[in-house]
Structures are given as C-alpha cells and as structure tokens.
C-alpha cells in the first residue's frame, strides 16, 4: 500500500467539509415565504446602493475599473 492513510484523511476532510457547505434549501419556508424574503433582501440591497449613489460614495469596489486621473 504505497498511499499509506491518504484515503482515510481525505475522508475524513471530506465529511468534515460537507457541514461547512452554503446554506441548504432546508430552511422551513415555503416557496412563496422564500420568495418574499429574497424580494426584501434585494429592496433593502438597492436602498442602500441607491442611497450610498446619492451620497456620491463608491457604490462598488471598483473591480476591473483603471481609470487614470
């Protein structure tokens, strides 16, 4: 056996991994619940982005953007 416990390591990350992955779809809510949520979070998202624009803040962080003054 030239792996020695390579296997058994990669499997116990492997579980170990598998608890730590995004959020399951699992949360209790009902598809139209979920939807209204998702819809809140995005209306909060652009008030902020929008309210951030207004100030004259950076709405972004500039990524991919070289712009030479």
Known sequence: M???NQRER???RAQARTGKGPKSKD???TPEQRRERDA???QEKAAKK???AAAG???S???G???KK
Do not use: C, M
């Open 65 to 67: 953007k070289n712009v």
């Open 40 to 42: 809140k979070a995005l």
């Open 2 to 4: 030239t792996r020695g």
């Open 50 to 52: 929008s309210a951030q």
């Open 61 to 63: 962080g500039g990524k």
């Open 57 to 59: 803040g950076e709405t």
């Open 27 to 29: 949360d209790g809510l």
């Open 10 to 12: 990669d499997r116990e």
